[in-house]
């Protein structure tokens, strides 16, 4: 069964500080990976996808890839009271999207 | 403007009942997905559909069920079989069902068994 997991934190972290979300998977078919920011309430928000080793970047977020390590991380730089929220790491085979639990991550001022 | 739209965002169930939630895209795309989301929990695949008429299960499609009549359209009904079906559900698409394709979200049905 393919396994996608991420520690529940919470992560805190204080304002403009960088905070790292990591995620490991078990599928090593799996195809590409996102994460998505999801607010307490809300649905979730695509935020990344990285679909092959290494880093890639977007403004403050920066997505890490080791598919020989099947691992992936989320770094925020400079992070904000406003990136609170849960993190959900989501891997892809060959047609569905499997997510982790999540994790929390919490900005203090 | 281009969006999922999930209806209604609040429903309340009685026992016994069956009761339907709705999905409408105007993306294009061709493949859409219904997960379920318990408190403290990750989402869990319930049905998915790549095209038109054609649908899979997910690992937990016990006590629902799902058509796919038109591209835009991806209804779930949760039937009276669902032991526990109080939960938020989200619907989501993809503009196919391939490896390096990106799920975008609607804003989700919380679903409540009074």
Known sequence: QKEVEQNSGPLSVPEGAIASLNCTYSDRVSQSFFWYRQYSGKSPELIMS???NGDKED???????????????????????SDSATYLCAVRGYSTLTFGKGTMLLVSP | DGGITQSPKYLFRKEG?????????????????????DPGQGLRLIYYSQIVNDFQKGDIAEGYSVSREKKESFPLTVTSAQKNPTAFYLCASSISGGADTEAFFGQGTRLTVV
């Open chain 1, 59 to 81: 403004g403050r977020f920066t997505a890490q890839l080791n598919k020989a390590s099947q691992y992936v991380s989320l770094l925020i730089r400079d992070s904000q009271p």
């Open chain 2, 17 to 37: 009942q069956n009761v339907t939630l709705s999905c409408e895209q105007n993306l294009n795309h061709d493949a859409m997905y219904w997960y379920r989301q």
């Open chain 1, 50 to 52: 990285i679909y092959s």
